[in-house]
Nanobody, 123 residues
Framework: QLQASGGGLVQAGGSLRLSCEAS????????MAWFRQAPGKEREFVGALRRSMRMTYYSDAVKGRFTISRDNAKNTVYLQMNNLKPEDTAVYYC??????????????????WGQGTKFTVSS
């Protein structure tokens, strides 16, 4: 089970950190990622972390502002978001996949999904 938290309301230019804990799991997924879906829009890739290679990947929309990290001891992945913009308002989903897939920006490759956590960036 993936439990995401950290949503809320933040002003533009502010920061927020989302957390996603994989509870009740004994596996160590190689791919952990975040997707988001804004009202009236399709779900989009935000960023991904490849555990084995210690690599992170981001969409152009968030590159330089968002950072994904992981605490292996807590089986938790984080999404640190800085310089937030109103267009970042969305429901954010954490997702995992046991093995890395080269098509990591596609949601269909991820097996496990969190329930989503919502936050709003006010202008």
């Amino acid at each position: 089970q993936l439990q995401a938290s950290g949503g809320g309301l933040v002003q533009a230019g502010g920061s927020l950190r989302l957390s996603c804990e994989a509870s009740g799991q004994t596996f160590s997924p190689d791919a952990m990622a975040w997707f988001r879906q804004a009202p009236g829009k399709e779900r989009e890739f935000v960023g991904a972390l490849r555990r084995s290679m210690r690599m992170t990947y981001y969409s152009d929309a968030v590159k330089g502002r968002f950072t994904i990290s992981r605490d292996n001891a807590k089986n938790t992945v984080y999404l640190q978001m800085n310089n937030l913009k109103p267009e970042d308002t969305a429901v954010y989903y954490c997702v995992v996949r046991i093995n890395w897939n080269v098509d990591y920006t596609s949601a269909r490759h991820y097996s496990y999904w969190g329930q989503g956590t919502k936050f709003t960036v006010s202008s």
